[in-house]
């Protein structure tokens, strides 16, 4: 594997874990202050959070819908794969176990290529 392709490769999954993290985190607060707040306690603020928050999340949840298929291009997942992560970016706290997933199948991935590429490239040094 070029550096560059192993480069890029971290670069979108770096990209992709941030946003899975910034998503997920988005949608915990959504979910267990804003929408408690919201029907049991205070109806104004609970109001405004689900309100803003909601809106963040649906946005950002698009963005991470790019990055997680950004990262799928590069290391060839299956589409099952990518409807998988993008699910999971719906249901709070399941983004942040998608992503410890996918971050280890990518490291798998980079590993297993890399050393795909070690012996040609010691074969080549030694001729």
Not at 82 to 90: E, Y
Request: hydrophobic fraction near 50%; include cysteine; proline fraction near 5%.
């Amino acid at each position: 594997m070029e550096p560059q392709q192993r480069k890029a490769i971290t670069s979108a999954l770096g990209r992709y874990r941030f946003m899975a993290w910034l998503v997920g985190c988005l949608l915990v607060i959504l979910v267990c202050i804003g929408m408690p707040l919201k029907y049991i306690w205070a109806p104004e603020l609970g109001s405004a959070i689900t309100t803003y928050i909601g809106i963040a999340h649906g946005w950002l949840y698009m963005v991470l819908l790019i990055t997680a298929y950004d990262v799928g291009r590069r290391v060839h997942w299956p589409w099952k794969r990518l409807i998988l992560i993008a699910l999971a970016g719906t249901v709070p706290f399941l983004s942040f176990v998608a992503e410890h997933y996918a971050t280890k199948n990518v490291r798998q991935y980079l590993a297993t290529h890399e050393l795909e590429a070690a012996p040609s490239e010691a074969s080549t040094d030694a001729a």
